[in-house]
C-alpha cells in the first residue's frame, strides 16, 4: 500500500479503534453494565435465562475458561468460551504465598468475593486456599480472576471479557444462587492428555480432579464437591443425612448415586480402553524418538572421530595435511608406475634417453641399473632397410619396386 493510500485510510483504522476503547470507556457502571444483546439471544435460543445458575471450568494448558450455564432442563451447556489472557505459573496447583503459581482445584465463589472495586478492572477472588488447601498447610492471598491482562499466580483475562464473565456471575446471584463453583484444570482429562502428562509429578492429583471432571462430563451439572481424609470426593451422599465431610477428618459413610454409579462404571470402562491406547501411542512414540536420538549421537561421534584422525595425521606432519603428489602426463618415466607401491618416487628415477646418449658418447656401454627398468624401443623395420641401403644401388629386379614394396614378395 502507497503512502498516499495508507494516509486515506488512517482515519478509518483510529475510528475503529477508538471505537473499541469508548465502547469500553463509555461504561459508566461497569458493575451493572449488561450483558450484551447477541449473548442474550443465545441464551434464550439454548432454553436459558439470563439469571439461571451458572458454572465456570478453566484449561490452563489450553488457555481457556468457559462459562456454563444451566437450561430449563436443569442440565448445563457452554454459553461463552474466553481466551485466557495470561495466567503465571506452570501445570499444577499452588503451594505457598510468593511462587507466583495459579491454583488447581474446585472453588466456591461467594457473592462477597465479586470485587467491583479492583484495580485490574473487574474481578472475583477464586477462594484459595479452600479446605482442601489448608489441609496441607498451603498459602496464598488474593488469587483472582480479574482484567488488565496481567498475571502474577492469577487468572487473567482482557477489560472487555472480564466484563462479561462478572455480569454472567451478577445475574446468576440476582437469580438466586448461592454461589457458583469454578474448576480450575491442568488440561481437558481425556485419555490422551492423561497419557501424555503420565510421568507427572502431579499425575495422581489430577487423577483425583479427574472424577470431578469425570461427574460433569456424565451428568453436565456441577458435582457436588466435599472434602474428607485430605482428599476431593465428589457426588457423595452421606448415609447419615447430619454427617459433615471435614478435610482432616475420617470420610463420613456416603456412597455415589446408583444411576451415576453405574454410568460412571461404564465411562471409565471405555476410558480405561482409550487411556491404554493412548500410552502404547506415545510409548511407540518415545522409542522411535530414542532410537532416532541415538543414531544421531552415533554419527556424531564418528563424525568427531574422523575429525580427530584427520587432526592426528595433520600433527603428524609437522602441520601440513598429507597429500598425494599429481604426477604429470609429460614427466619422464612411468607415472603409472611411479605410483606402484614401492616404486621410487619420478623425481628420484634415472633419466634414461640421456645417461644411454652420454655412455655412447663415451663407448660404454650403460650401467645395467640405469636401463633395466626403461622400456626399449621396438626398431622401425622401413628406417632400418634405409640405413642398410643407403649410399648403394639398386639390386637388379628391384629398380623399379616403389619403396613400399620393399618387404613385398611380388
Same mark, same amino acid.
Given at each position: 500500500?502507497?503512502?498516499?493510500?495508507? /494516509?486515506?485510510?488512517?482515519?478509518?483504522?483510529? /475510528?475503529?479503534?477508538?471505537?473499541?476503547?469508548?465502547?469500553?470507556?463509555?461504561?459508566?457502571?461497569?458493575?451493572?453494565?449488561? /450483558?450484551?444483546?447477541?449473548?442474550?439471544?443465545?441464551?434464550?435460543?439454548?432454553?436459558?435465562?439470563?439469571?439461571?445458575?451458572?458454572?465456570?471450568?478453566?484449561?490452563?494448558?489450553?488457555?481457556?475458561?468457559?462459562?456454563?450455564?444451566?437450561?430449563?432442563?436443569?442440565?448445563?451447556?457452554?454459553?461463552?468460551?474466553?481466551?485466557?489472557?495470561?495466567?503465571?505459573?506452570?501445570?499444577?496447583?499452588?503451594?505457598?504465598?510468593?511462587?507466583?503459581?495459579?491454583?488447581?482445584?474446585?472453588?466456591?465463589?461467594?457473592?462477597?468475593?465479586?470485587?467491583?472495586?479492583?484495580?485490574?478492572?473487574?474481578?472475583?477472588?477464586? !477462594?484459595?486456599?479452600?479446605?482442601?488447601?489448608?489441609?496441607? !498447610?498451603?498459602?496464598?492471598?488474593?488469587?483472582?480472576?480479574?482484567?488488565?491482562?496481567?498475571?502474577?499466580?492469577?487468572?487473567?483475562?482482557?477489560?472487555?471479557?472480564?466484563?462479561?464473565?462478572?455480569?454472567?456471575?451478577?445475574?446468576?446471584?440476582?437469580?438466586?444462587?448461592?454461589?457458583?463453583?469454578?474448576?480450575?484444570?491442568?488440561?481437558?482429562? @481425556?485419555?490422551?492428555?492423561?497419557?501424555?502428562?503420565?510421568?507427572?509429578?502431579?499425575?495422581?492429583?489430577?487423577?483425583?480432579?479427574?472424577?470431578?471432571?469425570?461427574?460433569?462430563?456424565? @451428568?453436565?451439572?456441577?458435582?457436588?464437591?466435599?472434602?474428607?481424609?485430605?482428599?476431593?470426593?465428589?457426588?457423595?451422599?452421606?448415609?447419615?443425612?447430619?454427617?459433615?465431610?471435614?478435610?482432616?477428618?475420617?470420610?463420613?459413610?456416603?456412597?455415589?448415586?446408583?444411576?451415576?454409579?453405574?454410568?460412571?462404571?461404564?465411562?471409565?470402562?471405555?476410558?480405561?480402553?482409550?487411556?491404554?491406547?493412548?500410552?502404547?501411542?506415545?510409548?511407540?512414540?518415545?522409542?522411535?524418538?530414542?532410537?532416532?536420538?541415538?543414531?544421531?549421537?552415533? @554419527?556424531?561421534?564418528?563424525?568427531?572421530?574422523?575429525?580427530?584422525?584427520?587432526?592426528?595425521?595433520?600433527?603428524?606432519?609437522?602441520?601440513?595435511?598429507? @597429500?598425494?603428489?599429481?604426477?604429470?602426463?609429460?614427466?619422464?618415466?612411468?607415472?603409472?608406475?611411479?605410483?606402484?607401491?614401492?616404486?621410487?618416487?619420478?623425481?628420484?628415477?634415472?633419466?634414461?634417453?640421456?645417461?644411454?646418449?652420454?655412455?655412447?658418447?663415451?663407448?660404454?656401454?650403460?650401467?645395467?641399473?640405469?636401463?633395466?627398468?626403461?622400456?626399449?624401443?621396438?626398431?622401425?623395420?622401413?628406417?632400418?632397410?634405409? /640405413?642398410?641401403?643407403? !649410399?648403394?644401388?639398386?639390386?637388379?629386379?628391384?629398380?623399379?619396386?616403389?619403396?613400399?614394396?620393399?618387404?613385398?614378395?611380388?
Amino acid at each position: 500500500m502507497t503512502p498516499i493510500r495508507t /494516509l486515506r485510510f488512517l482515519p478509518i483504522l483510529l /475510528l475503529g479503534l477508538s471505537g473499541c476503547q469508548d465502547a469500553l470507556d463509555s461504561v459508566s457502571n461497569k458493575v451493572e453494565h449488561p /450483558l450484551p444483546a447477541k449473548l442474550v439471544n443465545k441464551m434464550k435460543a439454548q432454553d436459558m435465562s439470563t439469571r439461571s445458575p451458572i458454572m465456570m471450568r478453566i484449561f490452563k494448558e489450553e488457555g481457556v475458561l468457559e462459562v456454563w450455564k444451566q437450561k430449563g432442563n436443569g442440565r448445563y451447556d457452554i454459553i461463552a468460551s474466553y481466551e485466557i489472557c495470561k495466567w503465571s505459573g506452570k501445570l499444577g496447583p499452588k503451594f505457598k504465598e510468593g511462587d507466583r503459581q495459579a491454583p488447581e482445584g474446585y472453588y466456591r465463589i461467594y457473592p462477597h468475593q465479586m470485587n467491583p472495586n479492583s484495580s485490574y478492572y473487574l474481578s472475583f477472588n477464586m !477462594g484459595y486456599p479452600n479446605s482442601y488447601d489448608r489441609s496441607y !498447610g498451603r498459602t496464598g492471598t488474593n488469587l483472582m480472576v480479574h482484567g488488565a491482562c496481567s498475571s502474577a499466580g492469577c487468572y487473567s483475562m482482557t477489560d472487555e471479557q472480564v466484563l462479561e464473565i462478572y455480569g454472567f456471575a451478577r445475574d446468576a446471584f440476582k437469580g438466586g444462587q448461592e454461589f457458583f463453583m469454578v474448576e480450575a484444570l491442568p488440561f481437558r482429562m @481425556t485419555p490422551e492428555n492423561m497419557a501424555k502428562h503420565r510421568d507427572n509429578e502431579h499425575f495422581e492429583f489430577w487423577k483425583m480432579l479427574k472424577v470431578g471432571y469425570d461427574h460433569f462430563e456424565l @451428568t453436565k451439572q456441577p458435582p457436588k464437591v466435599d472434602v474428607c481424609e485430605r482428599q476431593y470426593v465428589f457426588n457423595q451422599i452421606p448415609q447419615i443425612e447430619t454427617a459433615a465431610f471435614q478435610a482432616n477428618a475420617s470420610c463420613p459413610p456416603a456412597s455415589v448415586p446408583t444411576t451415576l454409579a453405574s454410568a460412571y462404571y461404564a465411562y471409565e470402562k471405555t476410558w480405561n480402553q482409550d487411556f491404554i491406547k493412548a500410552v502404547a501411542k506415545f510409548d511407540r512414540e518415545e522409542a522411535k524418538q530414542i532410537a532416532a536420538n541415538e543414531a544421531r549421537a552415533e @554419527t556424531e561421534a564418528k563424525r568427531a572421530e574422523r575429525e580427530a584422525e584427520k587432526a592426528a595425521r595433520v600433527a603428524a606432519n609437522s602441520g601440513q595435511s598429507a @597429500t598425494v603428489p599429481v604426477l604429470s602426463l609429460f614427466s619422464t618415466g612411468n607415472p603409472l608406475k611411479a605410483l606402484t607401491p614401492g616404486a621410487a618416487p619420478a623425481a628420484q628415477q634415472t633419466d634414461i634417453p640421456a645417461a644411454t646418449a652420454a655412455a655412447d658418447e663415451a663407448g660404454q656401454t650403460a650401467p645395467a641399473s640405469a636401463t633395466a627398468d626403461a622400456p626399449l624401443p621396438t626398431p622401425n623395420p622401413a628406417g632400418q632397410s634405409q /640405413l642398410a641401403n643407403a !649410399g648403394q644401388s639398386p639390386q637388379s629386379g628391384e629398380s623399379g619396386k616403389p619403396f613400399w614394396k620393399i618387404w613385398s614378395s611380388n
